[in-house]
């Protein structure tokens, strides 16, 4: 079963930037397209953002796009998220999801695997 770890997340200004990583030990990212949900306190998970199995198209929640970006290094076997200019609505735990059906899925009951989440504090 896939098995994936988050990292990255952290206190940052509003305004500031972060890199998110998600790997994967012992199965390869490749075969899979891979998702980022994030949950606030008190709300529902949130679809963030999708990128296919072979890297070839992402999709983002329309909140995000011009300021995120999902990204694969297949070198390393990791996604990447990099989030710009954050605001404190951002703030949350961030999870990486798998999904065998590829991007397209919003829902977090489509999704197949989720590591376990990193949180991201967005505060000056």
């Known amino acids: 079963q896939l098995q994936l770890v988050e990292s990255g997340g952290e206190l940052v200004q509003p305004g500031g930037s972060l890199r998110l990583s998600c790997v994967s030990s012992?199965?390869?990212?490749?075969?899979?397209?891979i998702g980022w949900f994030r949950q606030a306190p008190g709300k529902e998970r949130e679809w963030v953002s999708c990128i296919s199995s072979i890297g070839a198209s992402t999709d983002y929640a329309d909140s995000m796009k011009g300021r995120f970006t999902i990204s694969r290094d297949r070198a390393k076997n990791t996604v990447y998220l990099q989030m710009n200019s954050l605001k404190p609505e951002d703030a949350g735990v961030y999870y990486c999801?798998?999904?065998?059906?590829?991007?397209?899925?919003?829902?977090?009951?489509?999704?197949?695997?989720w590591g376990q989440g990193t949180q991201v504090t967005v505060s000056s």
């Open positions: 012992g199965f390869t990212l490749d075969d899979y397209a």
């Open positions: 999801t798998g999904i065998e059906a590829g991007c397209g899925a919003l829902l977090e009951d489509d999704y197949d695997y």
